[in-house]
């Protein structure tokens, strides 16, 4: 192969802001399901 894949090219900062929000909204999700499951309004084990 000639050159090869060295590096990508950079994002545009629109594709960095909406993955920022994403990673965001994913992380606030498991924040949620851990408070969620620490409290015990979601069962883990049915004792």
Do not use: R
Not at 25 to 34: A, E, H, K, T, Y
Request: hydrophobic residues 45%.
């Amino acid at each position: 192969m000639e050159g090869g894949h060295k590096y990508d090219a950079p994002e545009p900062p629109e594709d960095t802001k909406s993955k920022g929000i994403s990673y965001a909204v994913l992380g606030g999700l498991v924040v949620l399901l851990m408070v969620l499951v620490a409290t015990g309004v979601v069962p883990i084990f049915d004792t």
